[in-house]
């Protein structure tokens, strides 16, 4: 049962083919009982995806849906050129297995074929990298989506040398 209502919205682009389920007619069918026994009788809507808690980690997966929603990162990530702009020696980032890791999620969560993803692969990458997100409790959902962008960010930031502009930070200067 867990499983079926294991589905959640997402703005998607428009589907290019008819969904044969709506939320009406599946709470209807639910309700009546003469609903679907399990999540794979229904047919998924690329984009229509739920994530499965592991542990305490709504905060994680609401993140994960707002960014799922943000239609051109997601479709940067789900690009088949993805691997060429992946930075693998940036040694502010995690050699590209993040950004690798996000893409596969997304892939799950994009692909029509599943209607509720486990984004147990991302979670411990995040949790190799930041030991506060290494286990299961509850984290504050802003918090982790900055680490996150960050360390994604990192991942695909091509600048190999950073330019150095000599100069101050001072206050006095900034208002000059």
């Keep these: 049962f867990h499983s079926v209502l294991c589905v959640s919205l997402s703005a998607a682009p428009p589907p290019k083919r008819a969904h044969r389920f709506t939320l009406k007619g599946l709470a209807t069918a639910l309700l009546s009982g003469s609903g679907p026994a399990t999540s794979s009788q229904l047919v998924h809507k690329k984009g229509v995806c739920g994530l499965r808690n592991i542990g305490n980690t709504c905060f994680l997966n609401s993140a994960l849906q707002c960014l ?3 239609w051109p990162l997601t479709r940067f990530f789900l690009s088949p050129d993805l691997a060429g702009h992946i930075n693998h020696n940036n040694p502010l980032g995690m050699g590209g297995e993040l ?3 996000y893409a596969a999620t997304l892939h799950k969560m994009w692909s029509g074929a599943v209607g509720c993803v ?3 692969s991302l979670k411990d990458v995040m949790g190799r990298q930041q ?4 286990g299961f409790a ?3 959902a802003q918090e982790w989506m ?3 962008l960050d360390s994604l960010h990192e991942e695909v ?3 190999t040398e950073k ?3 000599e100069g101050s930070d001072s206050e006095d200067e900034l208002e000059a």
């Design 163 to 165: 330019p150095y502009f």
């Design 118 to 120: 486990a984004p147990k």
């Design 99 to 101: 950004a690798l890791v």
């Design 138 to 140: 509850q984290q504050d």
């Design 131 to 134: 030991a506060a997100f290494s």
């Design 146 to 148: 900055a680490f996150f």
């Design 68 to 70: 799922s929603s943000t």
């Design 157 to 159: 930031n091509m600048v």
